[in-house]
């Protein structure tokens, strides 16, 4: 007996008519990339394991729990399913020379995976939008990624989002703040857990984006980064500010966003909301000035963010701004079967036309046809039966209240040059 396969716990098949909410947001993405000069790139979904370990961090929980890696059975070559894509972008810039000519302003969308228990906002195979600006330098970069955004915020009328920022220094500055998280954790270990204990000496910034709520207070309490900045990297986190309160953007200051992932530095920042439950970052990211000579580049700048699709499409359901799927404009009825040529004759001619047209295959009676193409939420069924096939002409009867019509149908020639066209223009207007 067959059993039945189902899709892999926490990888969701994307099905009609939600699928259309996905193609509506790719669309306002690609309109937002475009009016901020970022080009499309598209990298592997399978890279090398050592490039994740080597940028993100072996003592991190993308590393040490969630990725999907295995051997490659021709070679032995480790091999993973990328687990987030700025590392993929930047080893793809560094392979093919791409800031030979100077800067770069990339953007990619994709799935990324993470083997963990799937929740909401959460999933096995999740998908991203990313944007990414390599060989920049200055604050200028880190406002425009952060109020391009913004922009997609406005764009998508999304609400109940607000910005978090921090700045996580240079490796001097970190190592300095390290020491002092290093003796004040030492000192209070009888409240550590285990997760903690492991990181103390591995990686002591991680503990202060624990999620225990049993050490929230000590946390809280933890020496702060932002104490330990020079003068460069304090007027390069002043110059973000600046730039972000002259185009009326509110913050907060949070010291203890540190990020999941240990290539960032200076400028970090997430937009998150409450009504998402315990996954409430929308958008995250920053600078990682080093990342592109860890992965064997030239030393460069670079900055970037990624946000959740399902998360912005789940915020926007609740809120009810998620457009209705698009409906064809015609459904074409066919009910002589000799007319089925010429029916199809007419779809191809409407949709060259630019109208969305569905036409009818199987057969099938009057009243069965007319429920498919009441169904189909087009607005208007154009029928071929008998009568119109000896006529050469064709019945555009109108499907929905207040379509414009004079009348709730019409006969019209098939063989008058574009008058088909202008009469089903017409009763869409």
């Known amino acids: 007996m067959n059993v039945k396969l189902n899709a892999v716990k926490g990888m969701n098949d994307l099905l009609p008519p939600q699928s259309a909410a996905w193609e509506w947001f790719e669309a306002r993405v690609r309109d937002l990339m475009r009016s901020y000069g970022y080009r499309n790139i598209r ?42 894509n700025t590392a993929a972008v930047v080893r793809a810039a560094v392979e093919h020379n791409l800031l030979y000519e100077g800067g770069k302003r990339l953007w990619y969308t994709g799935p990324m995976f993470r083997h963990e228990r799937p929740q909401r906002g959460r999933y096995r195979q999740f998908h991203q939008v990313g944007a990414e600006a390599l060989g920049f330098a200055g604050p200028d970069v880190d406002a425009e990624l952060i109020l391009m955004a913004r922009r997609l915020w406005d ?30 954790f030492e000192a209070h270990a009888d409240q550590l857990d285990e997760d903690a204990r492991r990181r ?17 207070e000590l946390v809280a309490a933890a020496p702060s980064l932002l104490d330990e900045l020079g003068e460069e990297s304090r007027a390069h986190f002043e110059g973000v500010q600046t730039l972000l309160r002259a185009q009326g953007q509110e913050f907060t200051l949070n010291p203890r966003l540190v990020r999941g992932l240990d290539y960032y530095n200076l400028t970090v920042f997430e937009w998150v909301t ?14 990682y000035d080093g990342l592109i000579e860890q992965i064997g ?10 946000l959740g699709i399902e998360r912005v499409l789940d915020l926007l359901e609740q809120d ?10 015609a459904y074409v009825v066919v009910t002589h079967p000799p007319a089925q040529e010429r029916a199809m004759q007419v779809a191809e001619r409407l949709r060259a036309a630019g109208f969305a047209v569905v036409l009818h295959v199987g057969g099938g009676s009057m009243k069965s046809q007319m429920k498919k193409a009441d169904a189909s939420g087009a607005r208007h069924a154009l029928i071929l039966g008998f009568d119109e096939w000896e006529a050469g002409e064709v019945t555009v009867k109108s499907l929905r209240e207040g379509q414009g019509l004079a009348t709730q149908q019409q006969q019209v020639l098939l063989d008058a040059p574009g008058a088909l066209e202008r009469r089903l223009a017409g009763a869409l207007e």
């Open 297 to 306: 580049g030239k030393p460069a700048p670079a900055c970037g963010w990624a």
């Open 43 to 84: 990298t592997p979904i399978v890279e090398p394991t050592a490039l994740f370990v080597r940028s993100i961090g072996e003592v991190t929980d993308i590393v040490e729990k969630e990725m999907y890696s295995f051997s490659d059975a021709l070679n032995g070559e480790q091999l993973t399913l990328r687990p987030e």
């Open 320 to 329: 009810g701004a998620v457009p209705a799927p698009p409906q064809p404009d």
């Open 155 to 184: 764009m998508l009328c999304l609400r109940d989002v607000r910005l978090e920022i921090n700045c996580l220094g240079q490796p001097d500055e970190r190592q300095r703040h390290r020491r002092k998280l290093i003796a004040y």
């Open 274 to 287: 409450d009504r998402l439950g315990a996954q409430g970052t929308v958008c995250a990211g920053g600078r």
């Open 200 to 216: 103390l000496h591995a990686n002591p910034l991680r503990i202060l984006d624990t999620k225990n709520p049993a050490m929230q």
